[in-house]
Nanobody
Framework: VQLQASGGGLVQAGGSLRLSCAAS????????MGWFRQAPGKEREFVAAIRYRGGSTDYADSVKGRFTISRDKTLYTVDLQMNSLKPEDTAVYYCTAGVVGTTGAAYWGQGTLVTVSS
């Protein structure tokens, strides 16, 4: 299983970042791929997911209207466009495959750090 996340970094509040996850063809074809995050001292939480067939999406309430998940079937990538970032979005973001509901996933990438300064 290959999940390689990139695009994290430091951004000021109100700014934008785009995370990208490169997956193997087999991993990309899993039912749902998505992103989770874990902030310092907090539990891991669901951010967004996208279904392979049909492309339907799901978002955590905290990011709805600000984040957009998308996929490229030719490049086997899943991206997370993050706009209007807030300090509370600061976390390590994990690309995942085989997402189950909003509680977990079968496969996890290594994580990329997003830091939003106030």
């Amino acid at each position: 299983v290959q999940l390689q996340a990139s695009g994290g970094g430091l951004v000021q509040a109100g700014g934008s970042l785009r995370l990208s996850c490169a997956a193997s063809r087999r991993t990309f074809s899993s039912d749902r791929m998505g992103w989770f995050r874990q902030a310092p001292g907090k539990e891991r939480e669901f951010v967004a997911a996208i279904r392979y067939r049909g492309g339907s999406t799901d978002y955590a309430d905290s990011v709805k209207g600000r984040f957009t998940i998308s996929r490229d079937k030719t490049l086997y990538t899943v991206d997370l466009q993050m706009n209007s970032l807030k300090p509370e979005d600061t976390a390590v973001y994990y690309c995942t495959a085989g997402v189950v509901g909003t509680t977990g996933a079968a496969y996890w990438g290594q994580g990329t750090l997003v830091t939003v300064s106030s």
